[in-house]
């Protein structure tokens, strides 16, 4: 099971940026599909955004689309997730992950039967 570390969380007012990192150990070596997934108080996980490493594409939440960018830097084994133009709803905990299995596409944001990290809450309020 791979250690996924995130990072980048806080508290930022609506309308800011933030950007989250998530260390993916052995990126660089395996093939894998990554994204994001967040948990807001007292609602379902869903995904936000993930990577199908065989086509190289991404896809997005329709309630994120043009507001957050997921990309990797395979050489560093770090996965990211630019949010811009945050909304209080984007207020979660967010958690990354990443799995050989090929779970990625527009209807499946994340891989429910796998793993993810600790997650790092993220606070948009004024």
């Known amino acids: 099971q791979v250690q996924l570390v995130e990072s980048g969380g806080g508290l930022v007012q609506p309308g800011g940026s933030l950007r989250l990192s998530c260390v993916v150990p052995g990126m660089s070596l395996d093939v894998y599909d990554v994204g994001w997934i967040r948990q807001a108080p007292g609602k379902e996980r869903e995904g936000v955004a993930c990577?199908?490493?065989?086509?190289?594409?991404?896809y997005y939440a329709d309630s994120v689309k043009g507001r957050f960018t997921i990309s990797r830097d395979i050489a560093k084994n770090t996965l990211y997730l630019q949010m811009n133009s945050l909304q209080p709803e984007d207020t979660a905990v967010y958690y990354c992950?990443?799995?050989?299995?090929?779970?990625?596409?527009?209807?499946?944001?994340?891989?429910?039967?796998?793993?993810w990290g600790q997650g790092v809450q993220v606070t948009v309020s004024s």
């Open positions: 992950q990443a799995d050989h299995t090929p779970y990625c596409s527009s209807e499946t944001l994340y891989y429910k039967r796998g793993s």
């Open positions: 990577i199908d490493d065989t086509e190289d594409s991404a």
